[in-house]
C-alpha cells in the first residue's frame, strides 16, 4: 500500500518530505489539505497533528507528523533503495548527519523562517514585511552561514563528502530564501552558493520544486 501524504505542495515542509520520499524511489500518495479554508485546524485533520499543521503521513496504521521525523522514518524504511541518507553502514557519518541535523533545527531554521514569513507569509495576511525583523534575522543567518561556508570549504557536504539528509532538510526553506533580495547571504559565500546549486539541482528536489510557487513576490 502507498504511503499517504497529507499536506500541500507550496509548504516547504511537505516540500522537505516529498523531497525525501523522491530520493528514496517510494511510491506515496499526496492528499491536498488546503490550509486556505483552515482544513489544518478542524478534525478529521487535527485528530492526525493535535498541533494543525502540515504534512502528516500515514504508513499503515502507524500515523506520524513532523517533515524532520517523517524524512528520517522514510529515509530508514527504505535504507536499502535509493541515495542512502542516513549512512546506516557506518555509525560515525550517521552521527556526523545528526549533527548536522540538529544544526539545521537549532541553528539555521529559527534564523531562516522568521525572513521566509515576512517576504511569503505576511502579505497573505495583508501586511507588508517587517523590515527589522528581516535584518535581524539575516545578521543571525549570516552568523550561521559562516560556520557553513568554513565546513563547506573542508567537506563537500555538512556532514562529509557524501549528500545526507542533513543537506536535504536546507532545500525547500532555501529554495524560498533565493526568490528574496537576502539571497546574496548565500551568493556571497563560495562554498555555500557551490553547495546550494549541487544540493538544489538533484532530481529528486527538482521534482517538488517546480510546485512551489508561492509567486514571484511572495503574493
Ligand atoms: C512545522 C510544520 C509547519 O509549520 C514540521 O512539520 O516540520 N515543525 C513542523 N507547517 C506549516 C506549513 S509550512 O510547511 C503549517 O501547517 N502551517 C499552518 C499553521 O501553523 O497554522
Known amino acids: ?17 516529498m523531497t525525501c520520499l523522491h530520493e528514496k524511489e517510494a511510491d506515496f500518495e499526496l492528499v491536498p489539505i488546503d490550509l486556505f479554508a483552515g482544513e489544518h485546524k478542524q478534525l478529521p485533520f487535527l485528530a492526525k497533528n493535535p498541533f494543525g499543521q502540515i504534512p502528516v503521513l500515514e504508513d499503515g496504521d502507524l500515523s506520524l507528523f513532523e517533515s524532520r521525523a517523517i524524512s528520517a522514518y ?31 533545527s537549532q541553528h539555521y531554521h529559527p534564523a531562516i523562517s522568521p525572513i521566509i514569513f515576512q517576504f511569503f507569509a505576511a502579505p497573505l495576511q495583508g501586511k507588508p514585511p517587517d523590515q527589522a525583523i528581516i535584518d535581524e534575522n539575516a545578521a543571525k543567518l549570516g552568523k550561521v552561514l559562516d560556520v557553513y561556508e568554513d565546513k563547506l570549504g573542508r567537506t563537500k557536504y555538512l556532514a562529509g563528502d557524501f549528500y545526507s539528509l542533513a543537506d536535504l532538510f536546507h532545500l525547500s526553506f532555501t529554495y524560498y530564501f533565493m526568490k528574496t533580495p537576502c539571497a546574496d547571504l548565500i551568493n556571497e559565500r563560495p562554498h555555500v552558493k557551490a553547495w546550494w546549486e549541487d544540493i538544489s539541482s538533484r532530481p529528486a528536489f527538482q521534482k517538488v520544486a517546480s510546485a512551489m510557487n508561492f509567486g514571484e513576490n511572495g503574493n
Request: net charge neutral; with cysteine.
Open 1 to 17: 500500500m502507498a504511503l499517504k501524504l497529507y499536506g500541500a505542495a507550496l509548504s516547504p515542509c511537505t516540500s522537505r518530505v
Open 74 to 104: 522514510v529515509a530508514e524504511k527504505f535504507k536499502e533503495t535509493g541515495n542512502d541518507l542516513i549512512r546506516h553502514q557506518s555509525f560515525k557519518e550517521a552521527a556526523e548527519v545528526k549533527v548536522w541535523m540538529e544544526v539545521e
